[in-house]
T-cell receptor, first 116, second 114 residues
Framework: GAGVSQSPSNKVTEKGKDVELRCDPI?????LYWYRQSLGQGLEFLIY????????KSGLPSDRFSAERTGGSVSTLTIQRTQQEDSAVYLC??????????????FGPGTRLTVL | GDSVTQMEGPVTLSEEAFLTINCTYT??????LFWYVQYPGEGLQLLLK?????DKGSNKGFEATYRKETTSFHLEKGSVQVSDSAVYFC?????????????FGKGTHLIIQP
């Protein structure tokens, strides 16, 4: 079946603009995760959804970052008033997340965001 | 909080050499441990995992054993190939740490020369 897909694959924006990044998880996966991969910070966890709710927003770096998930499927990560330090590859992952323990996370190809 | 420490490299080896990439961790609870691999131009893929002490994960000739006493999950392969050139990430998932996201090490860039 299809894997995790993300769009756009590349996004170049100007400082101060808002951007929306999209993630389509594997069908049937209830858990969805956003990560950020940058040269300086490595791979950082941003936010986790179980269904449509986000029990863990601890990794969001500032209040300019927000995310939502609708219908237990597609998720969007929104960055408002982008800054140059937001430049990174944003990765989405999904998992079955059965009760009682962590499950393997499957990653999408990422969106490379460049803020000029 | 939880953390993962691994050698960053780059690690350069000749084909057929023995590989070890060290990984140690700190965790609040009893984590599951993972190795992910990122080949050039591709996304992150799970290589192997272990969910409890003394478990051995294995895949594609790679192995790693969950050592609770030394809080380690070192990755090994007996004979590497050029096609193993990639970035390898050690990671943990610790539900008792309060988050279900993975905590990653910085990644180890492995270069295999023919």
């Amino acid at each position: 079946g299809a894997g995790v897909s993300q769009s756009p694959s590349n996004k170049v924006t100007e400082k101060g603009k808002d951007v929306e990044l999209r993630c389509d998880p594997i069908s049937g996966h209830t858990a969805l995760y956003w990560y950020r991969q940058s040269l300086g910070q490595g791979l950082e966890f941003l936010i986790y959804f179980q269904g449509n709710s986000a029990p863990d927003k601890s990794g969001l770096p500032s209040d300019r970052f927000s995310a939502e998930r609708t219908g237990g499927s597609v998720s969007t990560l929104t960055i408002q008033r982008t800054q140059q330090e937001d430049s990174a590859v944003y990765l989405c992952a999904s998992s079955l997340n059965p009760a009682g323990g962590p499950d393997t996370q499957y990653f999408g190809p990422g969106t490379r965001l460049t803020v000029l | 909080g939880d953390s993962v420490t691994q050698m960053e490299g780059p690690v350069t080896l000749s084909e057929e050499a023995f590989l070890t990439i060290n990984c140690t961790y700190t965790a609040t609870g009893y984590p599951s441990l993972f190795w992910y691999v990122q080949y050039p131009g591709e996304g992150l893929q799970l290589l192997l995992k272990a969910t409890k002490a003394d478990d051995k994960g294995s895949n594609k000739g790679f192995e790693a054993t969950y050592r609770k006493e030394t809080t380690s999950f070192h990755l090994e392969k007996g004979s590497v190939q050029v096609s193993d050139s990639a970035v390898y990430f050690c990671a943990l998932s610790d539900l008792q740490g309060g988050a279900d996201g993975l905590t990653f090490g910085k990644g180890t860039h492995l270069i295999i020369q023919p």
